[in-house]
């Protein structure tokens, strides 16, 4: 069965620095991965998509993520994070087909400080 | 404005009432969706239509009961509330013969059981 890992329940940054945020999955073929944003009270927002080609995604908000088969990571980054960004993310998955289920991640929550 | 509309946002009940949340999309997406949040923030996928055709039907009480008139609306019936119900319920819609997996959601309810 497809499952999505996200090791870090909770990171905090300073406002200027990098970002990445950790996204493991599990399945036989490449899949279908995206990352949402939750904001607090709020529903939620698609940063962005793989589904093949360049393995290097651009989102929206200065996101960008990599995937790496070898690896069966999904990781998304972003140089310089801004006091907006923080918020719940989510790593998601699915095989597409006939059910297109999304399976996700348990979430990292990203506080920023100033 | 194209989206995913869910209503009502927020829903206080108590533990034994019928209620029921009504979703409606206007992407021209054939497919929608309904995901519990829990309080942990893990997102769950409860159902999905497709064409009103139900094809997926997770291990969800039956007190829940699914219903799609048309592609454009999934509401979801709650019988018997219960103190465990309470939680945030997105629905979502996506259209898989665009070759797009990608869901759009809804802004979410809060249901809360007393």
């Known amino acids: 069965a497809q499952s999505v890992t996200q090791p870090d329940i909770h990171i905090t940054v300073s406002e200027g620095a990098s970002l990445e945020l950790r996204c493991n999955y599990s399945?036989?073929?490449?899949?279908?991965l995206f990352w949402y944003v939750q904001s607090p009270g709020q529903g939620l927002q698609l940063l962005l998509k793989?589904?093949?080609?360049?393995?290097l995604v651009q989102g929206i908000k200065g996101f960008e993520a990599e995937f790496k088969r070898s690896q069966s990571s999904f990781n998304l980054r972003k140089p310089s994070v801004h006091w907006s960004d923080a918020a719940e993310y989510f790593c998601?998955?699915?095989?597409?087909?006939?059910?297109?289920?999304?399976?996700f991640g348990t979430g990292t929550l990203l506080a920023v400080q100033p | 404005d194209t989206a995913v509309s869910q209503t009502p946002k927020y829903l206080v009940t108590q533990m034994g009432n019928d209620k029921s949340i009504k979703c409606e999309q206007n992407?021209?997406?054939?497919?929608m969706y309904w995901y519990k949040q829990d309080s942990k923030k893990f997102l769950k996928i409860m159902f999905s239509?497709?064409?009103?055709?139900?094809?997926i039907n997770e291990t969800v009480p039956n007190r829940f009961s699914p219903k799609s008139p048309d592609k454009a609306h999934l509401n979801l019936h709650i019988n018997s509330l219960e103190l465990g119900d309470s939680a945030v319920y997105f629905c979502?819609?996506?259209?898989?013969?665009?070759?797009?997996?990608?869901?759009?959601f809804g802004s979410g309810t809060r249901l809360t059981v007393v």
């Open positions: 979502a819609s996506s259209s898989r013969g665009m070759g797009n997996y990608g869901y759009t």
């Open positions: 399945y036989g073929a490449t899949p279908y």
């Open positions: 793989y589904f093949s080609g360049d393995t």
């Open positions: 998601a998955v699915t095989p597409g087909g006939a059910t297109n289920k999304l399976i």
């Open positions: 992407l021209g997406h054939d497919t």
């Open positions: 239509y497709n064409n009103k055709e139900l094809i």
